[in-house]
């Protein structure tokens, strides 16, 4: 634990969107009924390192555990004070959650899809301004946030594709989904832009908005912010940039994102001034069966994934060493549900 | 941080009761507007070391500071994990809470004072069996809350006096109080025996229903419980024995409890069975001005203030380097603002 008042803390902001429920948007969860618990559940197993209310440990359809487990196999080795803010939850997770005000977001199709996204911005924006910390890394859980944060980027008049958490990119389905949600906010593609809080609240989720707050005010009291992930942070940088915020902002991230062609990260956050960090864990040096998906192109990012790698990796710990914690932790967990799966199977 | 699934966690309920409204009945607090922040507060200091949303460190009408900052120094040195839980608080906290459904209790004098008791207890017994621990610490703040215990006791018929924030206990009023409670429930003395609940929702606070469920749940799935305080704990033991339960409870608090002869809370341990654990933190042997006011008799317990040094001195931290950081953390927080009371005296 840091001392009072500085050292580096990690905040998580989990909530929920139903754009998500949109089918073939988002690998976040077993199935469609499940994609709204996965961050009451991501929270706790930051938070616990087991699900305590949700009695769940998401997985993608094809057995690809969240990446919430990497970010806790972090924290055990580091230590990091972690601090879990409530972006729009729809369960109710065992973690202790700070509120902003936030409510589940409806699906971007809506015409006004997060009513809350404007009081959730300015609340998170006073905590970020308070929070004692020296500098803070972002994270974020919610599944379908990669379509929301392209409804951001296309409503500000930002270029790029977003990534997915899918192996193949349904980029197609996000565009066609972000033109109907801006017909739907009488929106042309850019007309919201130097308008962050109109963009979030018609096209975004209320996790935007409220690392969008989160990072604002931090950055106002002199807290040097990394946005941990990869397409929302994107997001949120554009948000922040286009409030007219022109300081430093760092983005930390996995190798599978800054690899995905389908999204060009790099040059988004090229083009938003972001100090960037790649970071790779190495899955594909094991053949344990919790890192195979990764390797195969799943997940990529989630739960502030490549910003807690980059704090183990700038502490020196070696990465074997944090496969070794993701992987005890996945085999206490899933271990043996993944091996009865495989019983039953043909 | 202890690793998944294990070790020792420190929890802190926190919430208000409008009993604490009433004069003289708590030095929680420099006033009594002050007061129903007090445990808001609490959390923030216990967690980040600063306040961060309400923007006071509590201390008595004579500056005696709130104990929390106390247990935060213990959980500085030695790296305590901690989760917040929302027993009824009345002002925002930017500590990350768990919500059971409880919310602030009215005075005693009314006749259904913490109608939220029953569910607040039923969701703190499932969050307790669920929550990882091998053992958990459970402390409490609420500014009133030794009236409440008093009341809880007399309604489940157990004899003892509660202890005081005040270096002399107001024990006709509260006495007194109850009496007043009592009759507007309809209750005699005793009529809840074996009724933890109906004594809790009728004459306690949403606090101690809260902290009897956690108990409750706690120790059904195997994990040792201690309960970190003084008389209030003793009401929460009360209320865990009166729901039945017969096997090993902890009882762990400070010297200025165990020595207040106003309580005798070594009798009403020994009544209950409780390992009683006394710990005295040896202000005495400072001149510091944050700790002369606890030596004088002030505050004497909260925030779980005595398990925290329980398990300070368990882990052979010695009471000099708790001393030393209570010091600089009081210092750092509002040493300038007692030099600048004391500038402005006559």
Do not use: W
């Not at 990690?10 to 998500?20: H, I, K, Q, R, W």
């Not at 589940?104 to 899809?113: F, M, R, S, V, W």
């Not at 990669?146 to 565009?175: D, F, H, I, Y």
């Amino acid at each position: 634990m840091t001392p009072s008042g500085g050292g580096t803390r990690f905040a998580l902001v989990a909530g929920t969107t139903d754009t998500a429920g949109r089918a073939g948007i988002s690998a976040a969860g077993a199935d469609s009924e499940l994609l709204s618990v996965t961050p009451a559940a991501d929270a706790e197993l930051v938070t616990y390192g087991s699900p305590v209310r949700t009695d769940v440990v998401p997985v993608s359809p094809s057995g690809c555990p969240t990446p919430a487990l990497v970010t806790r196999a972090v924290r055990e080795v580091l230590g990091l004070d972690v601090t879990i803010i409530d972006g729009g939850l729809a369960e109710k997770t065992g973690a202790p959650t700070v509120s902003v005000g936030a409510r589940p977001g409806k699906d971007i199709a809506e015409q006004d899809p997060v009513p809350t996204a404007h009081g959730a911005f300015a609340a998170a924006r006073q905590f970020g301004q308070a929070l004692p910390a020296d500098e803070l890394y972002l994270g974020e859980s919610i599944p379908g946030g990669t379509t929301t944060a392209l409804g951001v980027l296309r409503a500000l008049g930002e270029n790029g594709m977003v990534s997915s958490s899918l192996p193949e990119n349904p980029t197609e389905q996000k565009e066609n989904l972000v033109a109907e949600g801006l017909l739907a906010s009488s929106l042309e593609p850019g007309e919201a832009e130097n308008e962050p809080k109109r963009a979030v609240r018609r096209m975004g989720d209320p996790v935007l908005a409220t690392l969008a707050g989160l990072t604002a005010g931090a950055v106002e009291s002199d807290t040097a912010v990394t946005l941990a992930g990869g397409s929302q942070c994107i997001a949120v940088a554009a948000l922040v940039r286009h409030g007219g915020y022109e300081g430093s902002l760092g983005l930390a991230t996995t190798s599978y994102v800054a690899e995905d062609e389908s999204a060009d990260v790099r040059a988004s956050a090229d083009r938003l001034d972001l100090d960037l960090t790649v970071t790779d864990p190495g899955f594909d040096e094991s053949d344990h069966v919790g890192m195979e998906r990764f390797v195969a192109g799943e997940a990529k990012e989630g739960v502030g994934m490549g910003g807690a790698l980059a704090l183990a990796d700038r502490a020196g710990i070696p990465m074997a060493e944090v496969r070794d914690r993701f992987a005890a932790i996945y085999d206490d967990l899933i271990g043996d549900a993944t091996m009865a799966t495989a019983e039953e199977g043909p």
